[in-house]
């Protein structure tokens, strides 16, 4: 997965995924300019495997992480970046089972797939919880993110996931033990992560950690 080689990098104008925009607006009548991206609102999914008392994250290679990691050289119209010197893992990042909204369906049912996915679990749609939504991020892609929690079993599992392969997604999925999730928090700044696993971590501790035996 880390393998990653033969990286260039050019300006961006034609995504189906983003669009990099400058508003032009004026406050208290004041002119002023702002670059953002508008972008697909998410939904993301912290999973619980009751079976062995574990959290099921999802480990893949983040190129917007590993370009912000590394150094770009200009060649004419576009960047390469040294893999030598900046290599793929640099981009590896733990983060929750997570997809964009890029269908017209309801979030819960856009999170039970990406589950099956990614995770490769099988979860009723009732057995998704909705914790809450957030932006996520402010300066330049304000997108709307939404979180739900789930317990899965043993039993609900009926791929290994890995993603849409058809997609070219290639995705580890990775059990941590609930006893040692909590230095994800806080403690371990060396393994790359969003914001929204931390946080769904500290809303497990403070819900949910009473309902299981650890
Ligand atoms: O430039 C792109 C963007 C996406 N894809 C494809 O689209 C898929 C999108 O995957 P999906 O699992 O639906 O979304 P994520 O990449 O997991 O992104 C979501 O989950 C992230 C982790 O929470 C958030 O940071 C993002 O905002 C949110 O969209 C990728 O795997 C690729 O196959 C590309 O090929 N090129
Ligand atoms: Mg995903």
Same mark, same amino acid.
């Given at each position: 997965?880390?393998?990653? !080689?033969?990286?260039?990098?050019?300006?961006?104008?034609?995504?189906?995924?983003?669009?990099?925009?400058?508003?032009?607006?004026?406050?208290?009548?004041?002119?002023?300019?702002?670059?953002?991206?508008?972008?697909?609102?998410?939904?993301?999914?912290?999973?619980?495997?009751?079976?062995?008392?574990?959290?099921?994250?999802?480990?893949?290679?983040?190129?917007?992480?590993?370009?912000?990691?590394?150094?770009?050289?200009?060649?004419?119209?576009?960047?390469?970046?040294?893999?030598?010197?900046?290599?793929?893992?640099?981009?590896?990042?733990?983060?929750?089972?997570?997809?964009?909204?890029?269908?017209?369906?309801?979030?819960?049912?856009?999170?039970?797939?990406?589950?099956?996915?990614?995770?490769?679990?099988?979860?009723?749609?009732?057995?998704?919880?909705?914790?809450?939504?957030?932006?996520?991020?402010?300066?330049?892609?304000?997108?709307?993110?939404?979180?739900?929690?789930?317990?899965? !079993?043993?039993?609900?599992?009926?791929?290994?996931?890995?993603?849409?392969?058809?997609?070219?997604?290639?995705?580890?999925?990775?059990?941590?033990?609930?006893?040692?999730?909590?230095?994800?928090?806080?403690?371990?700044?060396?393994?790359?992560?969003?914001?929204?696993?931390?946080?769904?971590?500290?809303?497990?501790?403070?819900?949910?950690?009473?309902?299981?035996? !650890?």
């Amino acid at each position: 997965m880390d393998n990653v !080689t033969d990286v260039t990098v050019s300006p961006c104008s034609d995504s189906a995924y983003i669009k990099p925009l400058r508003v032009f607006y004026k406050q208290n009548g004041v002119s002023k300019t702002w670059d953002a991206v508008k972008s697909h609102d998410s939904v993301c999914i912290l999973l619980f495997n009751k079976s062995t008392e574990s959290f099921v994250f999802v480990k893949q290679f983040r190129p917007a992480i590993y370009i912000q990691k590394s150094e770009l050289q200009k060649h004419e119209d576009h960047w390469k970046i040294d893999t030598g010197k900046y290599p793929g893992e640099l981009g590896i990042t733990y983060e929750l089972c997570a997809g964009i909204v890029d269908k017209d369906k309801n979030l819960d049912v856009i999170a039970q797939e990406e589950i099956l996915e990614e995770c490769g679990f099988q979860v009723p749609l009732e057995k998704l919880q909705r914790i809450t939504s957030y932006r996520s991020g402010v300066g330049t892609n304000g997108a709307l993110q939404t979180i739900f929690y789930a317990e899965v !079993t043993g039993e609900m599992r009926v791929t290994e996931g890995g993603g849409n392969h058809h997609e070219g997604e290639l995705i580890d999925v990775v059990e941590v033990p609930v006893k040692e999730s909590r230095r994800l928090i806080l403690d371990d700044e060396n393994v790359t992560k969003p914001v929204g696993l931390m946080f769904a971590l500290l809303w497990f501790y403070e819900n949910k950690h009473g309902a299981c035996s !650890t």
